[in-house]
């Protein structure tokens, strides 16, 4: 029995979707049953857990063979940090006492630094926790993910103006769409891992970008000239508030655009191994303007 931690989100999603296609047994969890139905329909058990509770999720992993991980943050709680932290407390737990032969968590890139990274701390310290179970462990760490970009390029449709955390808008940075972090989970759930723990695997696009490049996709979409825009350092955390994140998560946010554009986010030199998905930035967009416009 193959566990998925956060079925209902892009990447779990894709990840089941993987798994059922080659006839994999899989137990979707869920917090509410209302996002059940479809996972139903694709053959799913169906797990209810709140990701914080650590006795509903080792019920809700009772028997798995494979359970993959994901703790996704809460914008809008007023200690984004400590509450990542309970869940990942919470998720280690149960699976110290379930003990399925092995764990893929979903990473992030930087999830190796140990300071100064923001949001990605939370990872850091997902890792450091990962690593001190019995089963076999695999990191996926997933670049940005490119429908991150939803938050901005509706009004950059509207105004012709595209503001970026990623500074200089000339810089090359990786990134990927959500689904194809979800896919090459999946595939690397259904093979054994041997190797000596922890397998790390990097996951990035087919190409790399700049956001004059993310500009420039957009551009060709909607019809228009779309200009990019350093928003200014001071500005980061009331555009982030703004946007609807929480003063807890938008500081997290400004000190990982900090070490992204310092260069202080990508592949571990040397570490591990990267693959790419195969989705290009201007399909993201294509999808998320179709979404934005029904």
Known sequence: MFVILGASGKVGRS??????ARGAPVRAV??????????????????LADLRDAAAMKKAMDGAK????????????????GEMAETIDAITG???????????????????????????????????????LSSAVTFVRSAEHMQNWSRFIRSAAETGVLPSLHQPVTKIFPTVSA???????????????????????????????????????LSKIVGRE????????????????????????????????LAHNAGRIDVEPGVGEVRFGQTELSEVFTRLLGTAAA
């Open 179 to 217: 689904p194809d972090v979800g896919r090459i989970a999946g595939e690397l759930l259904l093979v054994s891992h041997t190797a000596p723990t922890p397998r790390i695997v990097h996951v990035e696009g087919p190409r790399r970008y700049s956001v004059l490049d993310v500009a420039a996709a």
């Open 226 to 257: 779309i200009v990019p825009r350093a928003i200014p350092e001071s500005d980061w955390i009331p555009a982030l508030t703004r946007g609807g994140a929480g003063p807890s998560y938008a500081t997290l946010i400004y000190e990982l655009f």
């Open 66 to 81: 494979a359970v993959q991980v994901i703790c996704p943050p809460n914008p809008q709680a007023k200690d984004a940090a």
């Open 30 to 47: 869920l917090r509410e049953s209302s996002n059940s139905a479809d996972l139903v329909g694709l053959g799913c058990e169906i797990g």
């Open 94 to 132: 149960a699976l110290a006492e379930v003990r399925p032969d092995a764990v893929l968590a979903i990473s992030d890139y930087g999830a190796e630094v140990s300071q100064g990274t923001g949001v990605t701390m939370a990872f850091h310290y997902l890792e450091a926790q990962l690593c001190r």
């Open 15 to 20: 990840t089941i979707q993987t798994l059922r």
